[in-house]
């Protein structure tokens, strides 16, 4: 018999992108300018306000290019103004994709997208994932429906039954090696997935997204 590869075991949930949406809460602080500190949530046209800078597109931008806008947009007031914006609550429809993908995160559902189009937008597939063997979650962490799709067959043959709509909450999982036991692999991933995950909304960010951005766990109070 021909040896297999041992199961992958997760060990580590990498966050690196965040998409901002409309009813997102964010608070915007600027180092030792206190009176720029400002929580506020985006508005339905993905719009927030602020101060010295007036209006700013919100919607639609990672967390860090909002943050570098906000700097450039404080920089003809304030000499190398240090600027950071954390999550304080999520309004918007979000899926989250992690594992093997280029910038997994947490990415806006405000238009109908399949599972190929969410991996797009996490940057793709790396060289060692096994596309065959995508594991969507989906309807929260205690009692989910745990699907694996072949997006090898998506991608070679337009399998629609593989490449699936999306629903709110959903989550990808892009191993390195084929899951054979979905249940057992998910209570491995289970349980560094469920620690970070906030009770309300099933939405996290659990370490530093990049240097300079902060560490929040979000919720939807």
Same mark, same amino acid.
């Given at each position: ?29 600027? !180092?030792?300018? +206190? ?21 700013? $597109? ?8 909002? &943050? +570098? ?7 003809? !007031?304030?000499?190398?103004? $240090? ?9 918007? $429809? ?13 990415? @806006?559902? +405000?238009? *109908? ?7 797009? $937008? ?5 060289? +060692? ?8 979650? &989906?309807?929260?962490?205690?009692? *989910? ?30 191993? &390195?090696?084929?899951?054979? @036991?979905?249940? &057992? ?37």
């Amino acid at each position: 018999d021909v040896p297999q590869a041992p199961e992958e075991t997760p060990k580590e949930i990498k966050i690196t992108e965040f998409i901002l949406g409309a009813g997102d809460t964010i608070e915007i602080t600027v !180092y030792r300018q +206190d009176d720029l500190k400002k929580s506020v949530q985006i508005d339905r046209t993905g719009i927030i306000t602020y101060p010295l800078i007036g209006d700013i $597109q919100a919607a639609g931008l990672s967390v860090l290019k909002l &943050r +570098d806008n906000i700097r450039d947009g404080l920089s003809k !007031y304030l000499i190398d103004p $240090q600027v950071s914006v954390s999550i304080v609550s999520v309004q918007s $429809q979000k899926v989250i994709v992690l594992g093997e993908v280029k910038n997994p995160g947490l990415f @806006n559902l +405000d238009v *109908p997208l399949t599972v190929l189009e969410a991996i797009t $937008q996490a940057g793709g597939f790396n060289l +060692d994932s096994k596309k065959q063997s995508v594991l969507l979650i &989906r309807g929260g962490m205690k009692k *989910p429906e745990l699907i694996t799709l072949n997006m090898e067959k998506a991608l070679k043959e337009a399998d629609l039954t593989q490449n699936v709509l999306l629903q709110r909450g959903d989550i990808i999982y892009v191993p &390195r090696t084929f899951i054979s @036991n979905v249940d &057992r692999f998910f209570t491995h991933l289970s349980t560094i997935i469920s620690p970070l995950l906030s009770l309300e909304s099933g939405y996290f960010i659990g370490q530093q997204i990049e240097k300079g951005a902060s560490s929040t766990a979000v919720s939807t109070k």
